[in-house]
């Protein structure tokens, strides 16, 4: 019996009052899909329902997958792809397997010769590096910072050191409630000659992208960016 393959659906990354984001391609993929490996059920159903036409949510197997499901666990959502099933993968908001829990399916997916298909759809990090105006040739993504202030701080210098000798972009970002404190401790830890660009709500009505030296950030009023989706990118040269 040859084996289904797996998914990899992006989401939007916020409420849009039309689609601007996701291909008529990749919502034909996931109207077909009855098995789908998600972070939130509940959320993930008002994804489908805003694709609309899906699969009726009660005809649809859900595997709960985040960061403290075990390895074993994660394992047996391959049953259905080694029987034949179709299966797709959708993160909170974006890319799946992109700082995201999801890698380790993916991973064992290929290991077990199951087919991985990645659609097209919205990628925050990609798109704020477009915006940014920074090194696109030569940049590193590195999920999420410290939460503890001093590790924190300590990881800001060392990202503005690398930008800055190896003339590398330096991409992070935070939990959207720890947005500001993040904001601040960049803005009291960089040269004022390093380069930072915030980008805001990405492809939402109230997007905001802002890029500009550090010293130009510590005098403007400083944005509040509380629990809003954004990514931050330091560049050193």
Same mark, same amino acid.
Not at 45 to 61: A, H, R
Not at 71 to 80: A, G, H, M, R, Y
Not at 95 to 114: E, S, W, Y
Not at 116 to 134: H, K
């Given at each position: 019996?040859?084996? !289904?393959?797996?998914?990899? /659906?992006?989401?939007?990354? !916020?409420?849009?009052?039309?689609?601007?984001?996701?291909?008529?391609?990749?919502?034909?993929?996931?109207?077909?899909?009855?098995?789908?490996?998600?972070?939130?059920?509940?959320?993930?159903?008002?994804?489908?329902?805003?694709?609309?036409?899906?699969?009726?949510?009660?005809? /649809?197997? #859900?595997?709960?997958?985040?960061?403290?499901?075990?390895?074993?666990?994660? #394992?047996?959502? @391959?049953?259905?792809?080694?029987?034949?099933?179709?299966?797709? /993968?959708?993160?909170?908001?974006?890319?799946?397997?992109?700082?995201?829990?999801?890698?380790?399916?993916?991973?064992?997916?290929? +290991?077990?010769?199951?087919?991985?298909?990645?659609?097209?759809?919205?990628?925050?990090?990609?798109?704020?590096?477009?915006?940014?105006? #920074?090194?696109?040739?030569?940049?590193? #993504?590195?999920?999420?910072?410290?939460?503890?202030?001093?590790?924190?701080?300590?990881?800001?210098? +060392?990202?503005?050191?690398?930008?800055?000798?190896?003339?590398?972009?330096?991409?992070?970002?935070?939990?959207?409630?720890?947005?500001?404190?993040?904001?601040?401790?960049?803005?009291?830890?960089?040269?004022?000659?390093?380069?930072?660009?915030?980008?805001?709500? @990405?492809?939402?009505?109230?997007?905001?992208?802002?890029?500009?030296?550090?010293?130009?950030?510590?005098?403007? +009023?400083?944005?509040?960016?509380?629990?809003?989706?954004?990514?931050? /990118? @330091?560049?050193?040269?």
């Amino acid at each position: 019996m040859a084996k !289904g393959t797996l998914y990899l /659906i992006p989401t939007t990354l !916020g409420k849009t009052p039309e689609n601007n984001t996701i291909p008529e391609f990749t919502l034909n993929i996931i109207r077909k899909l009855d098995a789908m490996v998600v972070e939130n059920i509940q959320t993930s159903v008002k994804f489908l329902q805003w694709v609309g036409d899906t699969i009726p949510e009660y005809k /649809i197997d #859900f595997y709960p997958l985040n960061k403290n499901t075990p390895d074993q666990e994660i #394992f047996s959502f @391959l049953k259905p792809l080694k029987a034949g099933r179709d299966m797709g /993968i959708m993160s909170e908001a974006g890319a799946p397997a992109v700082a995201d829990p999801g890698a380790k399916l993916v991973k064992m997916a290929h +290991q077990n010769g199951i087919k991985v298909v990645p659609l097209v759809g919205p990628s925050s990090i990609l798109m704020a590096l477009m915006a940014s105006g #920074f090194n696109g040739q030569s940049f590193a #993504f590195h999920g999420y910072l410290p939460i503890d202030a001093k590790k924190r701080k300590q990881s800001i210098i +060392q990202l503005e050191g690398e930008s800055r000798r190896h003339d590398r972009t330096q991409i992070f970002m935070e939990a959207p409630y720890r947005n500001n404190e993040i904001l601040k401790a960049i803005l009291e830890t960089c040269n004022p000659l390093t380069r930072l660009c915030v980008a805001t709500d @990405l492809t939402l009505p109230t997007e905001d992208i802002r890029s500009m030296e550090i010293g130009e950030w510590q005098k403007i +009023q400083r944005p509040d960016y509380n629990k809003r989706p954004a990514i931050f /990118i @330091l560049y050193g040269k």
